[in-house]
């Protein structure tokens, strides 16, 4: 089984990124993303981040199902799109695949908490998905960490 992991900054390194999923998704079995905009608009914002990318992923993985954890809701304040948008964490697995169960924890901050990335004040958290095949089933942990001492 295959499995990549990528802080992806919501898709800031545009059409490569998407190109590089596209490719690994023929071989990969699972992927795990952290920093996951996720909006119901699209939008770039700051250094190319794509408010709606969560959704771009579940367009481009045609062949694999997702879990999305919600990190944060205040994403849309912080860069004044004027909309909602969350930061979250995916797990996306190959359809073969089935997840049992599925279950965040807050590591730093609130899924309400005020963002500001400038100062490190992001929420973070671990993503838990029970993944099962016809081979036996397994615990995965999704986990985005602080780029920064936390206080």
């Known amino acids: 089984m295959k499995l990549i992991s990528l802080n992806i900054q919501s898709g800031a390194a545009g059409k490569p990124f998407f190109k590089y999923i596209k490719e690994r998704a ?6 795990c993303f952290q920093e996951v905009f996720n909006s119901k608009k699209s939008a770039k914002v700051a250094y190319g981040e794509i408010t ?8 481009l993985l045609k062949g694999f199902k997702s879990v999305y ?4 809701l205040k994403v849309g304040e912080y860069y004044k799109t004027g909309f909602n ?15 049992e169960m599925h279950f965040g924890k807050h590591i730093v901050g609130s899924l309400q908490g005020k ?13 838990c998905v029970k993944i099962v095949s016809p081979k036996g089933g397994f615990w995965l942990a999704n986990f ?5 001492p936390g206080n």
Do not use: C, W
């Open 26 to 31: 023929k071989t990969t079995d699972i992927f």
């Open 52 to 59: 709606d990318v969560y959704g771009k992923l579940t367009s």
């Open 69 to 72: 954890l919600p990190v944060s």
């Open 85 to 99: 948008v969350e930061l979250g964490m995916a797990v996306f697995y190959k359809k073969s695949l089935k997840a």
């Open 115 to 127: 963002v500001d990335f400038r100062n490190g004040k992001e929420a973070n958290a671990i993503q």
């Open 144 to 148: 985005h960490g602080m780029s920064r």
